[in-house]
């Protein structure tokens, strides 16, 4: 059987082919660990000894172009995917001026250098100098795993990326077209009304298309990542038509699903999963093909420009990080994560230097010597950005507030199998991302004879927890109580596991026996002091589009205040979704202070109402995709209003396209006097009777 497969060099077995890169993805990066060397540097070398100019063990064929074209689209659109859109929106002047120092440095002192000493002529000069500004995000999975992508230096270096490569394939464009003698007005105009189609098609068709897509596919996980991976390619498609690379296509697809994939869900992980275990190593490798060692030492012109191009590159993208800093007053750190980031050269650059070739502006010296610029930049962008992505991600740990006293420990007890996905989802989009507790699905059985087939149909719920949050990559620890009572069995279970949140399904049905004795969630918030959430869920929760928050009076006055602030503001970072504030004038600028004094910075307006009566009336002003949220309160509490118990029952009866949350917050287990600010403040029953 040995003898029917060719195992002569180049390797041409596709299965054989295949089975060798999956093995360099696995064992190269395990390697280099030990000796902390960036998986991503030992990747392209790999490349580059395997390839076609090494041992020659592969050739770049056709396979390996199509993975690697993948992987560079999938970087640039997890780019786009993981960018914070507050802080983006926040930053665009920041990233403009970045973008245009790290364009105009390079081009000007690439152009200066082969006009005048290298002896080109000025279309080939600039477009040598071309390869010096645009820079590809290679270092951002280190970034990513660090959990620096939302600093305010990345949030930069990204949006710069966009301006400064957009800019350098203008450029290109213009040099080619004018080579070949077509520059006339109606080419300008046809280029500009080609580039407003398709960014108009991307940013605003296509989040419309998702979102309905979304909606249809909110079972089919699968059917959902195949719609993404078919947004990216033909995103990429349509910038090709307008004239421009490929990769711009790809980071606005990103841009444009970013409010639409919460950075916990499920879809994510299986995103960043298949893009940073399979596509972007093959990109890697794919790189380091590229490179021929062997002509660098033969050609002198080659060494010539080699040179003039990894000493240049870096120094020029170094000054407009300095220059950066200097005027955005950025920490030491964060210029040289700015470095690093934009030190890499890959795909732009590969598309100028290849376009100039095909064309003859420049020859096969210009072209390795890109290629070893890729290589060494590569390496620079891989050493620097670990290095001191590390640091700066220790010393953001150490700067980040105490929001609260306990870590978050969230419990959903289970009870419908229907609300089960959407009850984990939504749980684990509330856990703090900086404690990493797992969630706590709960499964109460009452104590009878018919106790042991219960505990049976309980399990299988659990274990569909459990399936669920799995495809998230989230812990879940399951819990299962037997008692005399539902409620009896859920606040044994909140106070054995010390449980700081409990996630409940509404269920709007009031029997006699529950308006004689209490229903489950009366007896829990009436023998607990955590924050409970009563949870409605009717429209799929990432194709949410505002929360409508519902603030009463003196809410600010409560214990678990600042902890539903960040459980709304940490909804609407995973949602994409602008929260609007409703509520008294005073307590909304007392709740404008709150939300702008941490972290995580969202979009939020605040629009004042007198009562609660004015609730009812709120329903022509909502959009189907709106999710209220209502601010309640436990009886004889500071913020209390009889108003409040009504919420419920109206929301559920009246608001039946919107998925609603009412938010009991957390309390002090003495109701009857509460300490705010060291003075004790006693509970007056006429507030009950005044608005909210």
């Known amino acids: 059987m040995l003898l029917n497969v060719d195992l002569s060099l180049p390797f041409e077995e596709p299965v054989l082919i295949f089975t060798l890169v999956l093995l360099i993805i696995l064992v190269v990066p395990i390697l280099l660990n030990k000796f902390r060397i960036p998986s991503i540097v030992g990747l392209i070398v790999a490349g580059v ?42 930053y665009k002047v920041r990233s403009l001026v970045f973008g245009a120092l790290t364009f105009l440095i390079p081009i000007s002192i690439g152009t200066i250098v082969f006009f005048y000493l290298h002896g080109y002529e000025i279309k080939p000069a600039i477009l040598l100098a071309s390869m010096f500004a645009p820079h590809t995000l290679l270092a951002y999975p280190i970034v990513s795993r660090l959990g620096l992508s939302k600093n305010a230096a990345v949030t930069l270096t990204i949006g710069g990326t966009l301006v400064t490569d957009t800019a350098v394939l203008f450029v290109l464009a213009i040099i080619i077209n ?37 909606k249809q596919l909110e079972s089919e996980k699968g059917a ?72 660098l030492f033969t050609d002198t012109n080659a060494m010539l420009i080699a ?6 590159a870096p120094l020029s993208k170094y000054a407009a990080a300095f220059l950066t800093q200097k005027i955005f007053k950025f920490s030491v750190l964060q210029r040289n994560l700015i470095f690093g980031l934009s030190s890499a050269h890959a795909a ?182 955590q924050m409970v959430l009563v949870c409605k869920i009717i429209q799929p929760l990432n194709t949410t589009g505002r929360l409508i928050v519902i603030v009463p009076t003196n809410a600010e006055l409560e214990r678990g205040f600042m902890r539903w602030i960040r459980s709304v503001k940490l909804l609407s970072t995973q949602l994409g979704a602008k929260i609007v504030f409703r509520g008294r004038r005073r307590t909304l ?38 999710m209220v949220i ?31 949350i009412v938010i009991y917050p957390e309390q002090y287990p003495v109701y009857q006097s509460v300490p705010v600010k060291g003075i004790p403040v006693t509970y007056d029953k006429g507030r009950e009777e005044g608005g909210v």
């Open 307 to 312: 040179g003039t191009i990894v000493v240049l």
């Open 224 to 295: 959902q990542f195949i719609f993404v991976l078919t947004v990216i390619f033909a995103a990429a498609f349509l910038s090709e038509l307008a004239g421009m690379e490929a990769i711009i296509g790809a980071f606005l697809a990103g841009l444009a699903l970013n409010p639409l994939i919460p950075h916990t869900s499920a879809l994510m992980n299986r995103i960043e999963f298949v893009g940073n275990n399979i596509f972007i190593p093959f990109f890697l490798i794919s790189t380091g093909m590229l490179v021929d060692l062997t002509v």
């Open 178 to 214: 004018s080579t070949q003698g077509d520059t006339d007005l109606w080419f300008w105009v046809f280029m500009v009304v080609e580039m407003i189609i398709f960014v108009i098609v991307v940013l605003w068709l296509f989040p419309k298309i998702a979102k309905w897509m979304f």
């Open 348 to 529: 732009a650059t590969l598309a100028v230097v290849l376009a100039g070739y095909e064309i003859g502006i420049i020859g096969e010296s210009a072209l390795n010597g890109a290629v070893v610029l890729i290589l060494v930049s590569s390496m620079i962008s891989s050493f620097s950005t670990e290095k001191v992505a590390r640091k700066l991600a220790i010393l953001e740990s150490r700067r980040k507030p105490d929001i609260s006293e306990k870590p978050d420990r969230i419990m959903v007890p289970i009870g419908n199998p229907k609300t089960i996905e959407n009850l984990i989802d939504l749980s684990i989009m509330l856990r703090n991302p900086e404690h990493s507790q797992p969630i706590y699905p709960l499964a109460v059985v009452i104590d009878n004879e018919h106790a042991e087939e219960e505990i049976y149909k309980k399990n299988k719920m659990l274990q569909e927890a459990i399936h669920h949050a799995s495809a998230t990559d989230s812990d879940v620890q399951l819990v299962s109580k037997i008692d005399v009572n539902i409620a009896s069995g859920m606040i044994r279970a909140i106070k054995e596991m010390m449980i700081t949140e409990v996630v409940l399904g509404w269920n709007g049905k009031i029997t006699t026996r529950d308006r004689i004795f209490g229903t489950v969630l009366d007896n829990l918030l009436n023998n607990t002091e």
């Open 630 to 660: 209502v601010i309640s309160a436990r009886k004889a509490t500071i913020s209390y209003n009889s108003n409040l118990d009504y919420v419920p029952r109206v929301l559920s009866r009246d608001y039946k396209d919107n998925s609603f």
């Open 49 to 90: 000894v395997l390839g076609p100019n090494g041992l020659h063990v592969l050739n770049r064929d056709a396979s390996i172009v199509l993975f690697g074209t993948v992987g560079l689209l999938y970087i640039m659109f997890q780019a786009g995917l993981e960018i914070d859109m507050i802080d983006f929106k926040r």
């Open 589 to 626: 600028n007392k709740l404008k202070g709150a939300v702008n004094e941490n972290k995580p910075t969202v979009e939020a307006t605040y629009l004042p109402y007198n009562n609660l009566n004015e609730f009812a009336a709120m329903k022509s002003e909502l959009q189907q995709d709106d």
